[in-house]
């Protein structure tokens, strides 16, 4: 009879051209026949394709024949057969999701299972609700594992332009522009938060410009003191200060043509904004010391976090040099708010870092639900120092949720507190800190546990050393924490 209703069912596997999307297969697997044709019917009754089976070794033999998305398997008492078909499901197929049931009492065969690979668990006895919740959530999450590795499989050979990585709409349209602004030599604003690459983008720029073979000279306005990023910018004559024992061009003039980049251009005093707008005005420097003045032909390409425009209200920035550098302007969009990029570029970090070690790692579907669920404070910067941190610590090619920063490892418990069954609408959102909160635990927590460095701090985290202190300054502590 079970040979029976398996052949005729299986015509529903076969993919038929202009039809629907085929349903998802649910395997049912329970010694008990009452348990067996309840849980079969209520899952025919929710849209499932479902076959069943009280043999373990019949199981096999009909994931063979067709890989079920979804595995219901009972964990029996006293055997390892249910934990051993987990095992080997979970290995010959990843993809497929599977949901173990259990007596009461056998919690630890649950935990076991789920080490093993299973996504979820229910207890015996359980109410229709619940395995109507748990099919749901289990079919969700195989949707989303489903559409992350057609993505990554559809952007392996085309992920992006030059060095960027994505395919998301926003990354489209900004692949647009970048082809336009690329060709012309006009000054380049961008804009963005701490962590959407910046740098890179203003690299894609030259590197797809005609000046390409030119250099490109990136100057840090934050982190240096204005003396000296005056002598970088504008360079300086023998003698023009203590030490200065050469004249040297400053990278205006040293360009030759090529492209400067004034990162963080938002924390320039207003006596270097006033002179970095005579250069750009002028086309020429006066070196410091020097009474002459030296051509420059770079392009300039500018970029900041800040919002130039508020301070230019404010009387901080220069609205003239804001104008200037602000001839094309381009907003970089925040990693949440292209969120399909994540899985190619969590895809692109996990092959550099492989191919460094010599060892392949992966990322469980489990983590990278997370990390599409995340919102990213430090963006595409935040991923890789993720991504980084999880194959430093991981203990096998898979890296799984609890090989996550402590950050990403709190918001997916607590998305999953919040899509158990049976458990109150508000129980998860309880767990949920606001992101502000989280960001200034983090940024502490950090310091804290490297002893006041807050260089090594703000590197781990992925932000700035300019970003940092500005939030340190916010919490009202930068004085009251000891220096690097």
């Not at 012309?184 to 797809?208: D, F, M, N």
Request: with cysteine; charged share 25%; aromatic share 4%.
């Amino acid at each position: 009879m079970l040979e029976t209703v398996v052949s005729s069912r299986a015509m529903e596997f076969i993919p038929q051209v202009a039809e629907p999307p085929a349903k998802l297969y649910l395997l049912v697997v329970d010694a008990d026949p009452a348990v067996r044709s309840a849980c079969s019917e209520i899952a025919a009754s929710l849209g499932y394709a479902v076959d069943s089976t009280g043999d373990m070794g019949q199981a096999r033999s009909l994931l063979r024949g067709h890989a079920a998305d979804i595995l219901l398997v009972n964990m029996p008492y006293g055997s390892n057969q249910g934990l051993e078909l987990v095992s080997e499901v979970k290995l010959l197929y990843p993809g497929m999701s599977v949901i173990v049931m259990t007596a009461s009492g056998t919690v630890n065969a649950a935990v076991e299972a789920m080490r093993c690979g299973a996504s979820d668990y229910l207890s015996k006895p359980f109410a229709i609700d619940e395995l109507s919740t748990v099919l749901d959530r289990a079919a969700a999450g195989h949707v989303t594992d489903t559409a992350s590795r057609q993505l990554r499989e559809r952007l392996r050979l085309s992920q992006g332009l030059g060095a960027m990585i994505g395919r998301s709409s926003e990354m489209e349209k900004l692949y647009r522009i970048l082809s336009k602004v690329a060709q012309s030599s006009h000054p380049v604003l961008i804009l963005g938060e701490s962590g959407t690459g910046k740098e890179l983008v203003a690299r894609t720029i030259h590197a797809y410009g005609p000046s390409a073979q030119k250099p490109f000279l990136p100057v840090d306005c934050g982190s240096l003191v204005p003396t000296l990023i005056e002598s970088e910018l504008f360079g300086y004559v023998k003698g023009a200060f203590t030490g200065a024992n050469r004249s040297k061009d400053g990278l205006l003039v040293s360009a030759e043509g090529g492209t400067v980049f004034l990162d963080e251009v938002g924390e320039l005093s207003l006596d270097l904004q006033t002179k970095l707008l005579r250069a750009l005005q002028e086309r020429e420097v006066r070196p410091v010391g020097a009474t002459h003045r030296v051509p420059i032909k770079a392009r300039i390409v500018a970029a900041t976090n800040r919002d130039l425009a508020a301070m230019v209200e404010k009387g901080t920035f220069r609205k003239d040099l804001f104008y200037r550098l602000n001839v094309v302007n381009l907003r970089l969009p925040s990693l949440r708010d292209r969120r399909d990029d994540i899985p190619p570029l969590a895809a692109h970090f996990l092959d550099r870092i492989s191919r460094d070690r010599g060892a392949k790692f992966t990322l469980s579907n489990e983590a990278l639900r997370t990390m599409m669920a995340y919102d990213w404070p430090g963006n595409v910067r935040e991923l890789e120092n993720a991504v980084e941190r999880a194959c430093a610590l991981s203990s096998g090619p898979v890296l799984h949720l609890g090989d996550l920063p402590t950050q990403l490892q709190q918001h997916g418990l607590a998305a999953h507190r919040a899509a158990a069954p049976g458990e109150a609408d508000n129980a998860g959102q309880a767990q949920v800190k606001p992101l502000a909160e989280l960001e200034r635990e983090a940024i502490l927590s950090a310091i804290r546990t490297l002893n006041g460095d807050k260089l090594q701090a703000a590197r781990l985290l992925g932000i700035g050393k300019t970003t940092l202190y500005r939030k340190l300054k916010e919490y009202g502590i930068a004085d009251s924490l000891p220096e690097d």
